[in-house]
Nanobody
């Protein structure tokens, strides 16, 4: 098993930046594909970004391509989401997720472990 704890959320003005972190503990970090999802008020949770076990491949939702960057530090057992040029529509609770078996990186069902979420609010 793996435990996930997100941090770094907060309130930021449109055009600003935030970096989310997801610290993990438990089973070997490099065994897991890591992903970020988000859920806006009244909406379903959706895929944001994912990164493979080595960090060599990344995947993004179209809505965040060119603005967000996912990365991982396998020495610190941590995955990051750098968010630049933030827009009010990026406002959501952001969740970190881990998948041991991999598969469709864009699907929530691929991920068996989830963090508690961190709120990101972008004001206009």
């Amino acid at each position: 098993q793996v435990q996930l704890v997100e941090s770094g959320g907060g309130l930021v003005q449109a055009g600003g930046s935030l970096r989310l972190s997801c610290a993990t503990s438990g089973r070997t970090f490099t065994s897991y594909v890591m992903g970020w999802f988000r859920q806006a008020p009244g909406e379903a949770r959706v895929f944001v970004a994912a990164i493979n076990r080595s960090g060599g491949n990344t995947y993004y939702a179209e809505s965040v391509k060119g603005r967000f960057t996912i990365s991982r530090d396998n020495t610190k057992n941590t995955v990051y989401l750098q968010m630049n040029s933030l827009k009010p529509e990026d406002t959501a609770v952001y969740y970190c997720a881990a998948s041991y078996y991999g598969g469709n990186y864009y699907s929530q069902g691929t991920y068996g472990y989830w963090g508690q979420g961190t709120q990101v609010t972008v004001s206009s």
